[in-house]
């Protein structure tokens, strides 16, 4: 049975977590032991669906349930790439009778200690985000309660992944503006260079910029770079 | 915040259609403020004006573009809001260059809200109002979401642009004060220095003559001044 107290704490702990510069990893790491501890599973982990659809292994509890989700993966067999696919949870599925449903992941996963697998989507709405999955020892290891409080921490993963993309593709989104700008600034900059230099108008400037960054299929953020930094001699451009 | 009133928020910058202008009105509109101005800033330092709701909004940028300092830059730099209800009261003097020219200018309180989105800083966005006076709370918290709803609306414009582009609406609507980077560059070659100095030059003429940088930048591209 699942201490209530210490899944609030866990779950205001993983909250917690969720500041504005937190390490996705660090925190499906931490909600993997969690689930340890709160479910009284033998082992858990977290996999990814990347927004290309590729799957991924990001959090085990211990290096025998990495090694047999990357099974998993490599083998194209098991709850977690069925809970990947389908969105469905995987419950106490007990791996002795479950040779026709994965001939080749059932006789690893009881090879590496386990008896009894569930894997719980994380999803938001339509998309799969990707699966915890909670490996026991023995059969039948979860309880109801034990399967909404670990759909709980499902959630919260969830939302934590969904927060960093957001995040990623703000920060990527930001470093292209900053590139943009500094590139106009730079051509900007040769272009006052330039007629200053040669007495030709700012349009005039940019168009010899141009013609010389084409004509030698160069980038014209390069071009105007050699002509600030005086490598390339205006009269080359003129 | 009233659910209704961020709806409300959301709502007015949808209705205007695309266009960095609709930023910054909307915003002064709705925070009862005399004008608003949505500031990119990178490196530390001021880069352009996204938008503008008014002249003297346009100015307060100005004045932070060419003195270096002000609410923009120090919401953007400390990463939280600088809210200065009088700036004609003493505890204004933090910004000695600055307060006495938006005064001038006719704004007597100012306030800066950093936009970002996560850890992501991307500027501020400023108000100003002709007279002094706090923000109550509700219009703190409505700064807030307007400040998060304006940096989304930012990182948007430039979504889609090809590698090493500007979006089309920020190289189009946004005031990026290129001029000021031509005279940069004209600069440098009259003085034979770094385009880095010139641009230091530029701003001290501009800081000892009470004049926008843009218009001493206007002045040396259209040949009226020059540095030797």
């Known amino acids: 049975m699942t201490d209530q107290g210490l899944l609030i704490q866990t779950l205001v702990e993983l909250a917690d977590n969720l500041v504005d510069d937190f390490d996705v990893v660090e925190l499906l790491s931490l909600l993997a032991d969690r689930c340890v501890e709160l479910l009284g599973v033998s082992a858990a982990g977290v996999m990814l669906v990347a927004p290309e659809g590729e799957v991924r292994v990001v959090a085990s509890s211990s290096e025998a349930m990495r090694v047999v989700e990357l099974f998993e993966l490599q083998a194209d067999e098991g709850p977690c790439p069925d809970c990947c696919r389908s969105g469905e949870a995987v419950i106490n599925e007990d791996l002795a009778t479950a040779g026709g449903r994965w001939p080749r992941f059932a006789p690893m996963a009881m090879q590496a200690g386990f008896r009894s697998v569930q894997a719980l989507p994380m999803r938001l709405r339509g998309s799969i985000v990707g699966a915890l999955n909670l490996f026991s020892a023995e059969p039948g290891a979860l309880t109801v309660a034990d399967v909404a409080a670990g759909g709980a921490l499902a959630s919260v993963a969830t939302i934590a992944v969904l927060q960093q993309r957001v995040a990623a593709e703000s920060r990527l989104l930001n470093d292209q503006l900053t590139h943009a700008l500094n590139n106009r600034v730079v051509i900007e900059q040769a272009k006052g260079v330039l007629a200053e230099r040669t007495g030709l108008s700012m349009e005039a400037a940019f168009e010899a910029l141009r013609h010389y960054a084409r004509d030698h299929n160069l980038r014209l953020s390069d071009v105007a770079r050699s002509v600030i930094d005086k490598s390339l001699p205006p009269g080359a451009l003129a | ?228």
């Not at chain 2, 960095?20 to 880069?47: F, H, K, N, Q, W």
């Open chain 2, 1 to 228: 915040m009233a659910c209704h009133r961020l709806l409300r928020i959301l709502a007015r910058i949808e209705d205007g259609g695309p266009g960095p202008a609709r930023l910054c009105e909307v915003s002064a509109d709705l925070m009862a403020m005399t004008g608003a101005g949505i500031m990119l800033m990178s490196g530390e330092v001021p880069r352009g004006s996204v938008c503008s709701s008014n002249e003297v909004s346009a100015l307060i940028e100005d004045l932070q573009y060419t003195l270096g300092e002000g609410p923009c830059v120090d919401a953007y730099r400390q990463d939280r809001p600088i809210l200065e209800a009088d700036l004609a009261a003493r505890g204004a003097a933090r910004w000695a260059a600055f307060t006495p020219e938006a005064l001038a200018a006719g704004a007597r309180a100012v306030f800066g809200f950093p936009l970002h989105v996560g850890a992501v800083r991307l500027g501020a966005l400023n108000l100003y109002r002709d007279r002094p006076g706090p923000l109550d709370d509700d219009q703190h918290a409505d700064a807030l979401v307007l400040a998060g709803v304006a940096a989304r609306a930012v990182l948007a414009m430039q979504a889609g642009a090809p590698p090493g582009r500007l979006g089309t609406e920020l190289e189009g609507g946004a005031d990026l004060r290129f001029v000021v980077h031509q005279a940069s560059g004209m600069v440098s070659a009259q003085l034979d220095v770094s385009v880095g100095e010139a641009l230091i030059r530029l701003r001290a003429h501009a800081f000892a003559d009470h004049r926008p940088l843009d218009e001493v930048a206007q002045d040396v591209v259209g040949g009226r001044l020059r540095f030797a």
